[in-house]
């Protein structure tokens, strides 16, 4: 006990300060609010029964009447149905003739119009008139207009609400779904209002069942009104204990109470009585339905008070979780109020691991954590002062390496066509010599011009033109050039030099060394998401596998094709260099047919300057 005591102590000990003020709070609000939760949780359980079963009872006074006035509506159909002359003549009238003048009067078609409209009304789902007579004599069986409600006695017999009135007697019943017979209960509904009555036909008096059809769905709706716990069920019986509606058959099973026990309880218990069924206490609550004497009972399981206490001390819990919370909240904000530089200062030394370091504001107060704060200030100064420096550095050497590449373009183009110009003017070709020099300067121009290393795309394709223009005055025109870049892609960017050393390569080493010494070069570009993609071909001897992978490695400087390679290889490095390794060059070919290089850069437009 002493080592775990220890051990404890040490973890405390080691803590930071906001740590140590956060348990401290926690511990003072969580003792004195758990006595107080377990103080009410033992008297929990018997307030939600008594408020339960409160709210239970309001509530089945309010349902009870409007169960009431469900079938109050059922009543009144039917005597809505009774007060018709056609029902009157037929039911209080004898009647001699098989009824053929009955159904030729106005009062045949204003009883089919009253039934559709009660039907229509959705209290009453249908109507059927029983009579007992043979089928094959009676025209209310057969006629459009009767022919839908009236049908023989054959039809009810068999039926379980059928054999209680010949048993019994009764002039009336209210009839639930196991009264019914199949027929019944497909055709018009799951309950029914049944009158029994006679009539007179040629002198004798026979049977007759009048049935209005309904559904008990509409009783449902309000028994599921009626309950205010989850868990619990509502039901109505009648007094053979049978179920005309409820909102869980199957749990109602469970917990039918017998018709009999339920009226002998009703007045002497408030309408609440307690039992157990299956080891399991529930509350009863009964209300009569004084119309056809049924009684709605609602049952309340144990279990399900016993789940609404369990949430409502979770809800319980769950504020006492939001005020630790809040007290959490407050005993951080008190720790940081001690310990916030302190911490301030390791969160922004913390911050090296990620990047530089970056410095602090100037201390309020200039005590131990204040000179800490300027020593952190001052060390911080001068990294960023050395890593300002060396990144200085680095700039510097990529801008001299990139310049060192482009001193490499090959210079042997300005020997060659001041060669070619002094061969002209030996020749007294002066207009040749004009032209040649002009071509020569704009050529210089284009390459030499103050833009830094950057020209559009158009000055480019300007500048080769120029180039195979010159080369044409040597190898007398064998070079034909097809430029199709799009209009759109002129004024992007492109680094100087960047076409010139390819063509220079498709001219030297692909056309002038086929036997005919001409050739076409094809230049054309278009827009590949946010690149630019320039592609040149021509239809030179094409250069073998073995050499097509060299031709923009190191290997290039070393091969035989000399300072066109060289050049080559250069111009893949400054886009490298410039873009990154995305970018650049890359060679295909076909040894005999030609070849096509293709050069990838980022699309940047051109920002203009001014030339001075």
């Known amino acids: 006990m002493t080592g775990l005591l220890r051990k404890l102590r040490q973890i405390y000990g080691d803590m930071n300060l906001q740590s140590k003020f956060t348990i401290v709070l926690i511990i003072a609000i969580t003792i004195p609010v758990l006595i107080v939760g377990i103080f009410f949780y033992s008297r929990?359980?018997?307030?939600v029964v008594s408020d339960t079963i409160r709210k239970e009872q309001d509530t089945s006074s309010k349902a009870a009447p409007l169960i009431e006035s469900s079938i109050q509506k059922i009543l009144d159909a039917y005597e809505e149905i009774t007060e018709l002359e056609f029902y009157k003549t037929l039911f209080h009238q004898p009647v001699n003739s098989p009824f053929q003048m009955l159904l030729d009067s106005h009062n045949a078609e204003t009883f089919q119009k009253k039934v559709q409209e009660l039907i229509d009304q959705k209290n009453i789902t249908g109507l059927q008139?029983?009579?007992?007579?043979?089928?094959?004599?009676?025209?209310?069986?057969?006629?459009?207009?009767?022919?839908?409600?009236?049908?023989?006695?054959?039809?009810?017999?068999?039926?379980?609400?059928?054999?209680?009135?010949?048993?019994?007697?009764?002039?009336?019943?209210?009839?639930?779904?196991?009264?019914?017979?199949?027929?019944?209960k497909s055709t018009f509904g799951d309950m029914?209002?049944?009158v029994s009555t006679t009539f007179y036909y040629q002198g004798k008096a026979h049977q007759a069942?009048?049935?209005?059809?309904?559904?008990?769905?509409?009783?449902?709706?309000?028994?599921?009104?009626?309950?205010?716990?989850?868990?619990?069920?509502?039901?109505?019986?009648?007094?053979?204990?049978?179920?005309?509606?409820?909102?869980?058959?199957?749990?109602?099973?469970?917990?039918?109470?017998?018709?009999?026990?339920?009226?002998?309880s009703f007045m002497a218990s408030n309408g609440f009585i307690e039992r157990t069924i299956l080891d399991q206490k529930i509350y009863a609550g009964f209300y009569n339905i004084r119309q056809p004497g049924w009684f709605m009972i609602t049952v309340l399981p144990s279990s399900s008070l016993l789940k609404q206490s369990n949430f409502i001390m979770l809800q319980y819990i769950l504020m006492y979780l939001a005020v630790l919370l809040l007290a959490s909240v407050m005993a951080h904000f008190l720790a940081r109020s001690?310990?916030?530089?302190?911490?301030?200062?390791?969160?922004?030394?913390?911050?090296?691991?990620?990047?530089?370091?970056v410095p602090m504001e100037n201390p309020v107060y200039h005590d131990e954590i204040g000179d800490l704060i300027d020593?952190?200030?001052?060390?911080?100064?001068?990294?960023?002062?050395?890593?300002?420096?060396?990144?200085?550095?680095?700039?510097?050497?990529?801008?001299?390496?990139?310049?060192?590449?482009?001193?490499?373009?090959?210079?042997?183009?300005?020997?060659?066509?001041?060669?070619?110009?002094?061969?002209?003017?030996?020749?007294?070709?002066?207009?040749e010599i004009s032209s040649a020099v002009q071509s020569l300067s704009r050529f210089y121009k284009l390459t030499l011009s103050r833009k830094k290393n950057i020209n559009t795309i158009g000055e480019e394709e300007e500048h080769v033109s120029i180039y195979l223009k010159i080369q044409n005055m040597r190898y007398h025109n064998n070079i034909s050039f097809i430029s199709d870049i799009p209009d759109e892609l002129?004024?992007?960017?492109?680094?100087?030099?960047?076409?010139?050393?390819?063509?220079?390569?498709?001219?030297?080493?692909?056309?002038?060394?086929?036997?005919?010494?001409?050739?076409?070069?094809v230049l054309t570009g278009w827009m590949e998401n946010e690149d630019i993609i320039l592609l040149i071909s021509d239809d030179g001897v094409g250069i073998p596998p073995?050499?097509?992978?060299?031709?923009?490695?190191?290997?290039?400087?070393?091969?035989?094709?000399?300072?066109?390679?060289?050049?080559?290889?250069?111009?893949?490095?400054?886009?490298?260099?410039?873009?990154?390794?995305s970018y650049g060059l890359s060679y295909s070919s076909n040894p005999g047919q030609g070849t096509e290089v293709q050069i990838r850069i980022p699309a940047r437009r051109n920002i203009r300057e001014s030339q001075t």
Not at 227 to 246: H, K, P
Request: charged residues 20%.
């Open 44 to 47: 929990l359980y018997d307030m």
């Open 192 to 194: 029914a209002y049944i």
């Open 490 to 521: 002129t004024d992007y960017q492109i680094p100087k030099l960047t076409l010139q050393p390819v063509i220079e390569n498709c001219v030297l080493h692909g056309i002038l060394e086929k036997d005919t010494k001409s050739g076409t070069i």
């Open 129 to 184: 008139i029983y009579m007992d007579f043979p089928t094959e004599s009676v025209k209310l069986f057969h006629d459009e207009l009767t022919q839908d409600y009236f049908v023989p006695m054959s039809l009810a017999q068999g039926t379980y609400w059928y054999g209680i009135f010949q048993g019994t007697g009764k002039s009336e019943l209210y009839c639930p779904e196991f009264y019914l017979g199949e027929r019944e």
């Open 375 to 431: 020593t952190y200030n001052y060390m911080t100064r001068k990294i960023q002062q050395l890593m300002n420096e060396q990144m200085k550095a680095a700039e510097e050497l990529r801008i001299a390496e990139f310049n060192s590449l482009q001193a490499q373009i090959n210079p042997h183009f300005l020997y060659n066509t001041m060669d070619m110009i002094n061969w002209m003017a030996l020749q007294g070709q002066t207009s």
């Open 209 to 264: 069942y009048i049935s209005l059809y309904s559904a008990s769905n509409q009783l449902t709706k309000i028994l599921r009104k009626n309950l205010t716990l989850d868990g619990s069920i509502s039901y109505i019986i009648n007094e053979r204990n049978a179920i005309v509606a409820s909102t869980d058959k199957s749990g109602t099973g469970i917990y039918l109470l017998d018709y009999q026990t339920v009226e002998d």
């Open 546 to 581: 073995e050499k097509l992978s060299t031709i923009i490695s190191e290997n290039s400087t070393g091969s035989s094709s000399g300072g066109t390679n060289i050049a080559v290889y250069n111009t893949h490095q400054r886009l490298q260099l410039l873009y990154g390794k």
């Open 338 to 357: 001690v310990s916030s530089r302190i911490s301030s200062v390791i969160h922004q030394m913390g911050k090296v691991r990620q990047g530089s370091p």
